[in-house]
């Protein structure tokens, strides 16, 4: 059995997912709720996948670099423990998702000079991120990415989170686009929950997404994203 109230799969450089993850670190506050951080590869999950046809140009460098910082992530996990992740990531998603973009960020994410200091923030060595080259943790990362997958199936993005592990039911998302007040945080994971517990409930979607509401996107806290298409957690350009 894991100790874990909810297990939380994630790729750093995803907005949805990080967005996802600020309310949930909010509900375990208030509920005294563990959460277990595993790794979702996007670069991995779309690896079949044409990103010149598929994908707005940024998207292959941006995966690229979720990719090399989830290997950071998995050698901090193996040499400093699984306690370690969530504080990880939590420093990660504060520089990418919670500044304004710049050009060529989402090269720079993929480099020492990036995530040295979110590894400072995080309490840990800067020599972790010598894993950003070390393609050995791929295997590691390919491997969580298709254990989320078999949850859920394979037609879906990040987050995915499965509630009471290792048994309970998984979903891809919730996918929100802005983070509800602390005082709505546990009314919205509770009703997200009553759904997921109905053993015959699948799906509840729609492709209309707001742009997220984080500094990156160029979206502030008191105002809502303009709505965009979105398929398959990402905007393709085509199916």
Same mark, same amino acid.
């Given at each position: 059995?894991?100790?874990a109230?909810?297990?939380?799969?994630?790729d750093?450089?995803?907005?949805?997912?990080?967005? $996802?993850?600020?309310?949930?670190?909010?509900v375990?506050?208030?509920?005294?709720? &563990?959460?277990?951080?595993?790794?979702?590869?996007?670069?991995?999950?779309?690896?079949?996948?044409?990103?010149? $046809?598929?994908?707005?140009?940024?998207?292959?460098?941006?995966?690229t &670099?979720g990719l090399?910082?989830?290997?950071?992530?998995?050698r901090?996990r193996?040499?400093?423990?699984a306690?370690?992740?969530g504080? #990880?990531?939590?420093?990660?998603?504060?520089r990418?998702?919670?500044?304004a973009?710049?050009?060529?960020?989402?090269?720079?994410?993929?480099?020492?000079?990036?995530v040295?200091p979110?590894?400072?923030?995080?309490?840990?060595?800067?020599? #972790?991120?010598?894993?950003?080259?070390?393609?050995?943790?791929?295997a590691?990362?390919?491997?969580?990415?298709?254990?989320?997958?078999?949850? $859920?199936?394979?037609?879906?993005?990040?987050?995915?989170?499965?509630?009471?592990?290792?048994e309970?039911?998984?979903?891809?998302?919730?996918v929100?686009?802005?983070?509800?007040?602390?005082?709505?945080?546990?009314a919205?994971?509770?009703?997200?929950?009553?759904?997921a517990s109905?053993?015959?409930?699948?799906?509840?979607k729609?492709?209309?997404r707001?742009?997220?509401?984080? &500094?990156?996107?160029g979206?502030r $806290?008191?105002?809502?994203?303009?709505q965009?298409?979105?398929?398959?957690?990402?905007?393709r350009?085509?199916?």
């Open positions: 059995m894991s100790d109230d909810l297990r939380f799969w994630f750093p450089v995803c907005p949805f997912a990080w967005l $996802t993850s600020q309310w949930v670190r909010e375990a506050r208030q509920r005294e709720y &563990a959460v277990e951080w595993r790794f979702i590869s996007l670069r991995l999950l779309n690896a079949h996948v044409d990103y010149d $046809t598929h994908f707005p140009p940024e998207y292959e460098a941006g995966h &670099a090399r910082l989830l290997r950071v992530a998995a901090a193996a040499e400093h423990g306690a370690a992740v504080p #990880l990531y939590e420093a990660l998603g504060a990418i998702h919670e500044v973009a710049q050009r060529g960020d989402e090269v720079r994410r993929g480099t020492r000079e990036f040295e979110a590894l400072a923030d995080a309490g840990l060595p800067a020599e #972790l991120a010598e894993a950003l080259d070390d393609a050995s943790w791929d590691q990362i390919q491997a969580e990415t298709d254990e989320a997958l078999a949850l $859920t199936g394979k037609d879906v993005g990040t987050p995915i989170l499965q509630f009471r592990p290792p309970g039911i998984a979903f891809f998302g919730p929100i686009s802005r983070l509800p007040a602390p005082e709505e945080a546990v919205l994971w509770d009703h997200v929950v009553g759904l109905f053993p015959g409930f699948a799906e509840l729609r492709s209309l707001e742009r997220p509401q984080l &500094a990156s996107f979206v $806290t008191d105002e809502a994203g303009a965009e298409d979105w398929h398959g957690g990402s905007r350009q085509k199916r």
